[in-house]
């Protein structure tokens, strides 16, 4: 009678487990949810806190971003209320009359226009943003084909730029104006009021074109994407904060005076 050779368990195992794993054309695709292999454990969401993305770092610093514009927005909220106190407070004279000396400073016809170029500056800063988040050219640039999110987003980045510049220039040239017909930062309280409040918010969009400028070489420099999207997301949002502030000053400094 011939032998009978029985494999050990070792060799009996390890053909189970290639059966197993074989599905009639090869091996099936790794399961090992420490990597995400077989669609297991792929959701951001399912992950801990710091580890969740690129979606969790932009919203921390979209978060960073808003909580910053918030103590701005109660600064000019300070300073909008002091405005009308002073607009209502007056004094008797040496009749008893009531006085009033608050005197409207005329607004200069060229804060029209910057105002449009501002609104025109929103429009362009968000054409960029968006374009820093289309998916077809998102996944281009993961895959190594060019920079398409760069060629799309830098005119209009550029764009921006040079309307806040031109806004500024636009502010300057109404300061002028003003100076031409001797109205200063001392003249009256109406005046003292005007430039305080173009002034600060000059400050505040100087800030924002030197954001749009980190951006913009940011686009060149960082090879990560993720870096960029945050550098043009943060710029935009910013910006779209002070053409929203600088159409409610606007409003107060030709309605309300």
Do not use: C
Not at 80 to 89: K, P
Not at 209 to 232: D, H, K, M, N, P
């Amino acid at each position: 009678m011939p032998a009978t050779i029985t494999p050990n368990k070792t060799e009996q195992e390890r053909k189970r487990r290639v059966e197993d794993h074989d599905n009639g054309s090869g091996r099936r695709p790794p399961t090992d949810k420490r990597t995400g292999g077989g669609g297991d454990n792929d959701n951001w969401n399912d992950r801990p806190n710091g580890r969740r993305g690129p979606y969790e770092r932009l919203h921390r610093y979209r978060m960073g971003i808003f909580f910053a514009l918030a103590s701005d927005l109660m600064f000019f909220v300070a300073i909008v209320s002091t405005f009308f106190v002073n607009q209502s407070t007056g004094h008797f004279d040496a009749y008893n009359r009531y006085v009033n000396e608050w005197l409207p400073t005329t607004i200069p016809p060229i804060l029209w226009l910057n105002t449009a170029v501002l609104l025109l500056s929103s429009a362009t800063i968000e054409f960029a943003r968006r374009n820093m988040f289309r998916e077809t050219d998102v996944m281009d640039e993961w895959l190594g084909l060019g920079k398409p999110i760069t060629r799309r987003a830098l005119p209009w980045l550029s764009a921006t730029i040079a309307l806040g510049a031109l806004f500024l220039t636009g502010q300057w040239i109404a300061w002028r104006q003003l100076a031409l017909q001797h109205i200063f930062f001392k003249t009256n309280q109406s005046s003292h009021f005007f430039f305080l409040i173009t002034g600060v918010h000059a400050i505040h969009l100087f800030f924002g074109i030197a954001a749009l400028i980190t951006a913009f070489t940011g686009l060149y420099v960082s090879r990560q994407l993720e870096t960029r999207q945050i550098l043009v997301d943060g710029a935009a949002w910013y910006w779209h904060a002070m053409g929203i502030l600088w159409l409610f000053l606007f409003t107060l400094l030709v309605f309300f005076q």
